[in-house]
């Protein structure tokens, strides 16, 4: 059953009449409008089949749940959710959250793209290189005449202009459903504003911008002896301990998360968010792309504000310290090198430079990117050969996993020396690009034999740059099967 108190119970039949009437529909609700459950199902029992892509697991994981539970039957039937690790569906679903990557999405939508097929697409506004690609190839498939709808839903976004690059498509504004929030004044230290809450009786979700700082701040509460369930929350734990969070306690509790908790996921008995103000976002700064801390925009900070107010009255302490945020987010495409995403859409069969795309990169740093990777060998001009490119972008796949899956420093070690070896192919050294915690910048070596690779550390940005080379192949190779340590000891030199 829906749930009929929500505001966007009001808009049902206006959206349902939108959906009907055209390919692509706006919707723009506010916090507590209830989109992100509501819509799903209004759309489900209109009889259509739904793809629902969310930014995070967490969010395409417990979003499903919620819809399950609303309809009424467990989840894995009607409603299910997927993503790259893991998945709960069956032959019986028809609406089917998922993660937001381009691959999954193509591949749920596939054979089954029909009249009554829906792509709906969750928290626009957010504007990772996923959403944008999404959005662009969307665009794409409707002009080519493929039969399906699309669906684009957020808090906050530019709706007009996004209407305008669909040609047209209906906005529908649905208002939020926000108890008063009280901005309070930041004390000195954050944790002490924490404690002073808890004491309240409130309970608290705090923002910090990674997992470091969620774990600094679990350990000094605990120091403190506050009186509270303190509990970390971000993408990197497992399902059991994420689940702890949307618990209920005998006493107050604190939810210090990553920016996981600041759409689509409510914790429905917080009524006190503290924020740092920080997040770690992908930036390219001097020709180097890594993950930089920064503060977010006043856009970010007016939707964590209203996790306070989701249930009841509520308190919203800030202790972002920077003069000069922006209004709205920088969308991703266009603070990243271009490199994987022209690589990523040539894979799919995609030509980057004949996208259009909401946020419209540079056409001539496409082109730059593009040219880099034809010769390096990783595509050719007309992307009929993208083999080596897709070696490396699942190489860069399973060191990003291996890097955030706990490994040790050992593990990674010997996970540099595999790279390494693996990408001796075709007379080519070739090393891939890593957001974290190394970065490594592409490059050509012209024989197998005369390759050599050294690695300078960027003391400002714990990056890595390929910057020359001096390593004999033949060499490396059999000192690897004595030694998987050999190229990380020996070879890769930080200077």
């Known amino acids: 059953m829906t749930n009929q108190k929500l505001p966007i119970a009001a808009f049902r039949e206006t959206i349902l009449e939108a959906v009907n009437n055209n390919s692509v529909t706006v919707i723009t609700a506010e916090t507590g409008a209830g989109k992100s459950t509501q819509v799903p199902q209004y759309l489900l029992d209109e009889g259509y089949d739904l793809v629902v892509t969310q930014p995070r697991r967490l969010a395409a994981r417990t979003v499903s749940q919620r819809v399950a539970e609303e309809h009424g039957e467990e989840l894995g039937q009607t409603i299910g959710y997927r993503t790259a690790v893991d998945r709960k569906d069956s032959e019986l679903t028809r609406c089917l959250f998922c993660t937001d990557g381009l691959a999954l999405v193509r591949e749920l939508i596939g054979a089954g793209v029909g009249g009554k097929t829906i792509l709906v697409l969750d928290e626009v506004h957010e504007w990772n290189e996923n959403m944008e690609v999404l959005v662009s190839w969307a665009k794409r498939q409707i002009e080519m005449g493929v039969d399906f709808k699309v669906v684009l839903m957020s808090a906050t976004m530019e709706a007009e202009k996004l209407s305008a690059f669909y040609n047209g498509a209906p906005v529908i504004t649905v208002p939020g459903r926000l108890f008063p929030v009280e901005i309070k004044t930041a004390g000195m230290r954050l944790v002490d504003d924490v404690a002073a809450l808890v004491a309240g009786g409130r309970n608290v979700l ?29 993408g990197q734990l497992t399902p059991e301990e994420q689940a702890k969070c949307f618990k209920h306690y005998g006493r107050p509790k604190v939810v210090v998360s990553t920016n996981v908790a600041q759409t689509s996921v409510t914790i429905d008995d917080i009524d006190a968010v503290v924020d740092s103000g920080m997040e770690r976002r992908i930036e390219l700064v001097d020709g180097v792309e890594g993950l930089y801390l920064k503060a977010i925009s006043l856009a ?48 799919a069969g995609f030509d980057m ?12 740093d496409i ?24 070696h490396i972008l699942d190489l860069t796949q399973q060191a990003k996993e291996l890097y955030t899956n706990k490994a040790t420093k050992k593990q990674k070690r010997k996970l540099l020396g595999v790279v390494f070896e693996q990408l001796l192919v075709k007379d080519k050294v ?15 070596v012209n024989t197998l034999n005369s390759g050599e690779i050294t690695l300078q550390r960027n003391a400002s940005s714990n990056k890595a740059v390929v910057v020359s080379s001096e390593l004999n192949s033949e060499k490396l190779l059999a000192d690897r099967e004595s030694n998987p340590d050999y190229l990380y000891q020996k070879q890769v030199s930080y200077r």
Not at 212 to 223: F, R, V
């Open 206 to 234: 705090v923002f910090q911008p990674g997992k470091q700082e969620i774990a600094d701040t679990c350990n000094a509460l605990a120091q403190m002896q506050v009186s509270a369930e303190i509990l970390p929350l971000h």
């Open 300 to 347: 970010d900070s007016t939707q964590r504000k209203g996790r306070a107010g989701r249930t009841k009255e509520g308190i919203y302490v800030d202790h972002c310290g920077a003069m000069d945020r922006p209004d709205f987010p920088v969308a991703e495409i266009m603070r990243k090198r271009l490199d994987q995403t022209v690589l990523r859409l040539a894979i």
């Open 353 to 364: 430079e004949e996208l259009e795309f909401f946020h419209q990169p540079n056409k001539s």
């Open 367 to 390: 082109h730059d990117a593009r040219q880099t990777l034809v010769g390096l060998g990783c595509m050719t001009s007309d992307i009929s050969y993208v083999e080596l490119g897709s």
């Open 430 to 444: 070739v090393t891939p690009v890593f957001n974290k915690p190394f970065e490594f910048i592409a490059e050509r």
